[in-house]
Structure formats: structure tokens, C-alpha cells
């Protein structure tokens, strides 16, 4: 890892510890629910998105959604809807937020992919080792994001992006792990993760 990336990394962790500094008891859904009723509209009722490219927010990680909210507000993330909506938001708004769109429930979108496909997807995310960080079922842990059952486009763009090193990446893992894919290998992960219930 380069002296820039440590650099940036270690920033990154101090900016995260002082904004997720709050005990996750501490958040309040509720407030939050108030607070995301502007997500509805790219994002979807309760975090539910029917649009291929926006992100389902619904059942992700607590700390993940913080994470990526800090990360908007930040400017470590760019994005010309969410970047001036994560700008003023406080500390306590990222908890907030998080609070409430973890405990929604997604309904993962229909794909239709054949059970051979499925086959060919579900052994590609163990060769590329993608449940070691998201976990078995796909589900996210911490500040690492669930996979199962989100926007097959959204996958598909952040993997490419992955690839090509122009998506922010905190600590380089995900950069590191999207080199050896091809674009038939992000096609069948996305459509494997997507289809995931």
C-alpha cells in the first residue's frame, strides 16, 4: 500500500471514529425515518429502490450506511445528488439515518437468473473470496456493505469502478479484489448478488 493510501486510510479511520463515536443505542430510528423521507425519492419507500442504479439502503449495515454518509460529506465520496444532501448533515443524522434503514426489511428486486447462472455466480463469489468480507449470505457486516439482493445495475457500476480505481475505497481492498475480474465475471457477480434473497 503507498504512503498516500496509509495516509488517507488513517484519516479516514479518524474521521470514522469520530463520527460513529456515538453508542449505536444512542441513534434514533425514529428521528431517522423524519430525516430520510428525501432519500424516498432516488432511494425508494423505506429504502427500497426500483430503480436499476440507486442503491436498495434497506437492511444494510448500520455502520456501513454511516460510513458512506461520512464519506459523501466528507468528499471522499462524489455524487451530484447525495454529495449536497450528506453536506450538512450532523454526526448524530449519519446515526440516525443508519438507525433506521438497517432495521427495514429489502425485498430484493426480481432478476430472473437461471439456476445455472446462479451455480456459476455462487462459485465465482467464493473464487474472488467476496464472503470473506460480506459474509456468508452476502448480508455486510460492520462497514462492509450486503450484496444480496441489491440493484443489479448499482453492483455492476461500482464493481467497474472498483476495477478501474476511480471509486473511492477506503482501504483498498475492494480495488485490490475487482483486478482479476472481467467483465463477464462482473456481469455474473452482480446478477448472482442481485438475485440473492
Not at 70 to 76: A, N
Not at 151 to 163: A, E, H, I, M, S
Not at 172 to 195: H, K, R
Amino acid at each position: 500500500m503507498s504512503l498516500t493510501k496509509i495516509v488517507t486510510a488513517h484519516a479516514v479511520a479518524g474521521l470514522l471514529a469520530t463520527a460513529l463515536s456515538y453508542p449505536a443505542l444512542a441513534a434514533d430510528a425514529a428521528a431517522g425515518m423524519q430525516k430520510a423521507q428525501v432519500c424516498v425519492a432516488c432511494h425508494g419507500a423505506e429504502g427500497i429502490s426500483s430503480n436499476p442504479t440507486v442503491p436498495s439502503l434497506a437492511g444494510q449495515p448500520a455502520q456501513f450506511i454511516a460510513t458512506q454518509l461520512l464519506m459523501f460529506r466528507e468528499g471522499k465520496r462524489k455524487d451530484a445528488q447525495m454529495s449536497p444532501f450528506a453536506a450538512n448533515l450532523t454526526n448524530t443524522d449519519l446515526n440516525n439515518l443508519a438507525a433506521y434503514f438497517t432495521t427495514q426489511k429489502l425485498t430484493p428486486p426480481t432478476t430472473g437468473v437461471d439456476a445455472t447462472a446462479t451455480q456459476a455466480g455462487a462459485r465465482l463469489s467464493q473464487q474472488y473470496n467476496c464472503v470473506q468480507c460480506h459474509g456468508p449470505a452476502l448480508l455486510g457486516q460492520q462497514h462492509i456493505p450486503r450484496l444480496a439482493g441489491q440493484q443489479r445495475d448499482y453492483l455492476k457500476t461500482q464493481l467497474r469502478g472498483f476495477k478501474a480505481s476511480t471509486r473511492f475505497d477506503m482501504d483498498g481492498q475492494m480495488t485490490s479484489a475487482a483486478q482479476p475480474l472481467s467483465e463477464a465475471d462482473i456481469d455474473m457477480l452482480a446478477n448472482y448478488f442481485s438475485g440473492m434473497r
